[in-house]
């Protein structure tokens, strides 16, 4: 009788699950994203210049490859460029008297995104009442039966808005 080795240890080895997948798998980590410049809550000035600043990274990704939105709600309020090498990005914009959400979001070339959010008020800061020099009456003298007039001198105001 001839000898012949075991067909079934073989078999296990081939059904074992022992297979090519095609390649190597590459995984990409979500980029991060931070708000430095405020934080929730925090009042800013209507209508004045706002600037916003925050921070970006990747895991897998030098910052020069990513990109940042601003937004004010749904609308973009700076639009999309590149952080720089340290990650940091800043947006200037100006802001309706109001609550408003800012977000920053990133991006990374395999389109994986991230979010950062703070909801600021925007408020009327340091507004002066408008000034009035003087306020003239006559006639001078007034008698009875005279009807008096009243003449406001030079009104100002300090920021500069309209005074009726």
Do not use: Q
């Given at each position: 009788?001839?000898?012949?080795?075991?067909?079934?240890?073989?078999?296990?080895?081939?059904?074992?699950?022992?297979t090519?997948?095609?390649?190597?798998?590459?995984?990409?980590?979500?980029?991060?994203?931070s708000?430095?410049?405020h934080?929730?809550?925090?009042?800013?000035?209507?209508?004045?210049?706002?600037e916003?600043w925050?921070n970006?990274?990747?895991?897998?990704?030098?910052?020069?490859?990513?990109?940042?939105t601003w937004?004010?709600?749904?609308?973009?309020?700076?639009?999309?460029?590149?952080?720089?090498a340290?990650?940091?990005?800043?947006c200037?914009?100006?802001?309706?008297?109001?609550?408003h959400?800012?977000t920053l979001?990133?991006?990374?070339?395999a389109?994986?995104?991230?979010?950062?959010?703070?909801?600021?008020?925007?408020?009327?800061?340091?507004?002066?009442?408008?000034?009035?020099?003087?306020?003239?009456?006559?006639?001078?003298p007034a008698?009875?039966?005279?009807?008096?007039t009243?003449?406001?001198?030079?009104v100002?105001?300090?920021?500069?808005?309209?005074?009726?």
């Amino acid at each position: 009788m001839r000898y012949s080795p075991p067909f079934f240890p073989f078999v296990l080895l081939l059904g074992s699950g022992c297979t090519v997948d095609g390649g190597i798998k590459v995984y990409n980590s979500k980029p991060e994203a931070s708000i430095g410049s405020h934080r929730d809550g925090d009042e800013v000035g209507a209508d004045s210049t706002l600037e916003l600043w925050g921070n970006v990274s990747d895991g897998n990704h030098d910052e020069e490859e990513l990109e940042v939105t601003w937004y004010d709600g749904a609308e973009v309020i700076c639009a999309t460029t590149a952080p720089d090498a340290d990650g940091r990005t800043t947006c200037s914009s100006s802001l309706a008297l109001g609550e408003h959400t800012i977000t920053l979001e990133v991006r990374d070339p395999a389109n994986a995104s991230e979010t950062a959010s703070v909801l600021l008020s925007a408020v009327l800061l340091d507004n002066d009442a408008p000034e009035l020099s003087s306020v003239t009456l006559g006639p001078d003298p007034a008698y009875e039966g005279d009807t008096l007039t009243c003449t406001p001198g030079a009104v100002t105001d300090a920021e500069g808005d309209a005074v009726s």
